[in-house]
Each structure stands twice: as structure tokens, then as C-alpha cells.
Nanobody, 124 residues
């Protein structure tokens, strides 16, 4: 029972990537799913979360302007479309299931089923 993130790679600054988060062993509905990232030498931070109902939450304005989270419950997959990537977006990106149908702008706790991440590298 885990989530697997994929779709990372090396892009130039200003480029785009679409990350996918696929579940194995359980179905994504009715859970909220979050995306997190961890840059070298830094703590893990939340990027975005999508509720069971499809409402997206972004933890910082900088990502809200450039990233779009979506989900396809029929495909059991959550996506993170990342546009206008910057070198500071370089990190390993993870997805996780929240023990709730809902996301919270101010609460990044309650996530579980962390899987292996996918590396995003943005060159300047």
C-alpha cells in the first residue's frame, strides 16, 4: 500500500514538467492527496494538496501561480503540472495520502503512505 511519484527529470529554467502520483494497493478516493518536496540540505515542505472533491490547495503563493494540481479518480492518479520552473524548485517530490477528504492551507499534518519520490532538477 503505497504511492509512487513519477515524471521528474532535468529541465531548463522556465520549462515544465507534469508529475504523476499513482496508488497501489488502495484507491485514492475518498482521500485528499498532497505533494511535498525536499531539496538537498533542507526540510521537507508541502507544495500542494487536492481534496477528494478536487479542490486544490497551494501552501505558498509562488507555487500557486505556476503549479496546478489535479486528480483523475478513475485512473487512481493525481497530477502536479509545474510550469515556469525555477532552479529553486529543484528537489525530490513526494506524494502522500491525507487521512481526510480535505486539505488545509494551514495544516500539513495527517499524511501517510509516503512512497518513493521523483527527482526534479531545474538548471539555470
Amino acid at each position: 500500500v503505497q504511492l509512487q511519484a513519477s515524471g521528474g527529470g532535468l529541465v531548463h529554467s522556465g520549462g515544465s514538467l507534469r508529475l504523476s502520483c499513482a496508488a497501489s494497493g488502495f484507491t485514492l478516493p475518498p482521500y485528499a492527496i498532497g505533494w511535498f518536496r525536499q531539496a538537498p540540505g533542507k526540510e521537507r515542505e508541502g507544495v500542494s494538496c487536492i481534496s477528494y472533491y478536487g479542490d486544490g490547495t497551494y501552501y505558498r503563493d509562488s507555487e500557486k501561480a505556476r503549479f496546478t494540481i489535479s486528480r483523475d479518480n478513475a485512473e487512481n492518479t493525481v497530477y502536479l503540472q509545474m510550469n515556469n520552473l525555477k532552479p529553486e524548485d529543484t528537489a525530490v517530490y513526494y506524494c502522500a495520502r491525507r487521512r481526510s477528504r480535505y486539505c488545509s492551507q494551514y495544516d500539513q499534518t495527517g499524511f501517510t503512505n509516503w512512497g518513493q519520490g521523483t527527482l526534479v532538477t531545474v538548471s539555470s
